[in-house]
């Protein structure tokens, strides 16, 4: 097992930056197959980003390309997201999730440990 929590959030004016972590213990962090994702309110948990087990492949979605960076140190058992150029949109709570074997890299069921998440407020 692995447990996992967030930090890093907090509230930023559109255009601003934020970097948020999700630091593991437990089981190797290097096994894991690494998630961010988020919930507005009223909405479904979404998507964000992904990152494989050693960092070489990542994965995002569109919405966030080129503006939000997913990484991980496994040194320090840690995970990050990189966020610039906020908007409003982004918006959420976000929480980090992890699975040993990847069935679906978008889906949250495929995700067996999350964490408590994070809220994120971007300001108009």
């Known amino acids: 097992q692995v447990q996992l929590v967030e930090s890093g959030g907090g509230l930023v004016q559109a255009g601003g930056s934020l970097r948020l972590s999700c630091a593991a213990s437990?089981?190797?962090?290097?096994?894991?197959?690494m998630a961010w994702f988020r919930q507005a309110p009223g909405k479904e948990r979404e998507f964000v980003a992904a990152?494989?087990?050693?960092?070489?492949?990542?994965y995002y979605t569109d919405s966030v390309k080129g503006r939000f960076t997913i990484s991980r140190d496994n040194a320090k058992n840690t995970m990050y997201l990189q966020m610039n150029s906020l908007k409003p949109e982004d918006t959420a709570v976000y929480a980090c999730a992890a699975t040993t074997v990847v069935t679906g890299t978008r889906r949250p069921s495929s995700y067996d440990y999350w964490g408590q998440g994070t809220q994120v407020t971007v300001s108009s």
């Open positions: 437990g089981r190797t962090f290097s096994s894991y197959f």
């Open positions: 990152i494989s087990w050693r960092g070489g492949s990542t």
